[in-house]
């Protein structure tokens, strides 16, 4: 689907590690050229025509960023640099002043370094208590599970929409309906949804959403934080400077821009905005539909062939996104990784940023497919072609 649009793939090449960053299209490229070439001024800081194209095309990627994940207003949408930066922005800004000592906090063991280390440190600061939501034989997150994990002082849940290791889909919405009715706030880490299935944050109720332009065909350091006004308006700054203000005076004081500039202190990622917003638009005219169904149709289809090779462990028969996590039997995944390079095949090995889910594993390091629109069933006959290779053991090993 649409791989002409992807130089990248001129190559001979499988690449297979699209949860990690995707491939980028020529409108992205197409689209960074043409401000760097055509319109190069800073974003609301001057009062000429280039400058004010700048101002338009910035705020239409904003826009953009609205409409794709059903948002109220525009200035919900604060531009990161990336989904890292997002829950940051929120943990440290927002709850460092809402959390008191014993209060709780409810993570689950597959969640990304990124959701579990601000929290780690933010425990420390505050003496906060963390929990885990257990998982399911198919290491699933279900509303009962999450029901069960609730106490009388959890006060936020921070949790994945897609997990990036066994990619099963959390059922958002009624977690964070059940969330709602405890009084509980639910911030959701978007990094591997928003690229692949529709998001419609009003309908899903969602608190704080956090996600990466670089993993849908965008560019890297480019990043959302959407936020209820209402809560988005309660975050602290962690970054101050030129922007975010109105005026300020020799003594001391100032005054503050309103959302969504607050919190976008400095010069921004000019160029990759205004490209993110050609990428949006590229992906609403494939589809976010199609886009979930064809993905959906490929891990089965590589699920269903890699079966037939009883080598092959899967750790995720059963999720419904595009993600496939496996092992070849007493082979290292690094070194099947390195193996599969040999033949033009990128897939992912480690854990995955998700460092504690080997206690659920019982495994430290896995493979993982990510498939994104480009990918193909041929590829993925390739892969299994390359994995049963009789011999394949003695050639790692050799």
Known sequence: MNRD?????????????????????KCLVDGISDYYNNYSANAHRG??????KVDMMYEHTRDLVRDLIG??????????SGTTDSLNKIIFGYFRDKLVSGDEV??????????????????????LKLSYISLNDDYEVTLDSVKESITDKTRVI???????????IRPIKDIINYAHSKGIIVIVDGAQSVPHVPIDVVDMDIDFLAFSLHKMCGPTGVGVLYGKKELLSNIKPLIYGGGMNASFSDDGVRVYKELPHLLEAGTPNIADVIASG??????NNIGLDKISS?????KKYAVEKLSMNPNIIIYNKNSKSGIVTFNYKDVFAQDLAIYLNKYNICVRAGNHCAKILKEELKVKNTCRISFYFYNTFDEIDR???VLNNPNIKDEIIG
Do not use: Q
């Not at 409810?106 to 003496?127: G, M, Q």
């Not at 050609?278 to 992906?283: A, C, D, G, S, T």
């Open 47 to 52: 009062d000429y025509d280039i400058s004010l």
């Open 294 to 298: 064809y993905e959906y149709a490929l």
């Open 106 to 127: 409810i993570l689950t063991r597959a969640e990304h370094a990124s959701n579990v280390l601000p929290w780690f440190e933010l425990k420390d600061e505050l003496d």
């Open 71 to 80: 948002a109220c207003d525009s200035s919900e949408i604060v531009f990161t």
């Open 383 to 385: 892969l299994c072609e």
């Open 158 to 168: 921070s949790i994945a929409h897609i997990s990036n290791v066994v990619g099963d």
């Open 5 to 25: 649009d992807f130089l990248m793939l001129n190559r001979d090449i499988i690449y297979f590690d699209n949860g990690a960053t995707t491939l980028k299209p």
């Open 278 to 283: 050609k990428v949006i638009e590229y992906l």
